[in-house]
């Protein structure tokens, strides 16, 4: 007879009336794809587009365009009438961005931080023309407003520039690109501290979520003002620039 106190030996006892418990099984949750919707397009989203067209011909994160010196104003490159022969037209096209353009054959390219493709006049750098494309939560100017509209944000972001004396807008219009694509043009003349007065020839579309700007830059002074013949070749850059 053991001892009381003394341990016992061998499996524990099983209490009456309580059944052991084992702990449950661990299940795995099978592994699936979430699926998030993507985000409507909201007035938010909108306004954020706008900020870009408000910054026409340039985002702000683009980089300044060159303004002409004293040396080049004086030894201006004139084209047309009574000056030098008239620009001749190449075809651009940039396979990567997706758009394509006319520049003239004169007018070398040249690196700048920002943009996506620049050219500029010889001897005279504030004649250019530039393409910017950035990405957009558009998918076609018309959610975002009419020509007008937009050229009447493009002067208000304009005239809050410091280097800004004046700014008016010559003319707006829409025409269709390639498959139907929808191409706001506007012209405006420019008076500012930075390369004097100024004709700018600007256009834009979205495609493939992306906003494609065009700005095209030309002297347009009192001494020497923009010839009909080299607004007619500016003219035919404007209307050449579309998506590939």
């Known amino acids: 007879m053991p001892l009381v106190g003394s341990p016992r030996h061998g499996p524990p006892l099983k209490l009456a009336g309580r ?7 661990r ?3 099978p592994k699936c794809d979430i699926y998030f919707p993507p985000p409507r397009l909201t007035r938010r989203a909108v306004s954020a587009a706008s900020l870009l ?10 980089p300044q365009l060159p303004v002409a010196s004293a040396s080049e104003t004086e030894a201006e490159a004139g084209g047309g009438e009574g000056g030098a022969p008239a620009l001749e037209l190449e075809r651009y096209i940039d396979q990567d961005q997706g758009f394509t353009l006319l520049k003239p054959a004169s007018w070398p390219k040249v690196e700048k931080a920002g943009a996506t493709a620049l050219f500029q ?8 023309i530039g393409v910017v494309v950035n990405p957009v939560r558009l998918s076609s100017l018309t959610d975002f407003g009419t020509p007008q509209f937009v050229a009447d944000r493009l002067l208000q972001a304009e005239k809050k ?11 707006t219009r829409e025409r269709s690109g390639r498959d139907g694509l929808t191409v706001y043009e506007i012209e405006y003349s420019l008076d500012s501290t930075r390369g004097g007065m100024k004709r700018i020839f600007s256009a834009a579309f979205v495609a493939s979520r992306k906003l494609y700007l065009l700005n095209v830059a030309y002297s347009d002074t009192e001494e020497k003002p923009l010839d009909k013949q080299t607004r007619l070749v500016l003219e035919e850059v404007l209307h050449s620039f579309d998506s590939v």
């Open 19 to 25: 059944a052991q418990r084992r702990p449950p099984p």
């Open 53 to 62: 067209l408000t910054a026409l011909p340039f985002p702000a994160s683009s």
């Open 161 to 171: 520039k410091e280097s800004t004396k004046s700014a008016e807008v010559i003319s």
């Open 121 to 128: 006049q010889e001897g005279k750098g504030s004649n250019n």
């Open 27 to 29: 299940t795995i949750a």
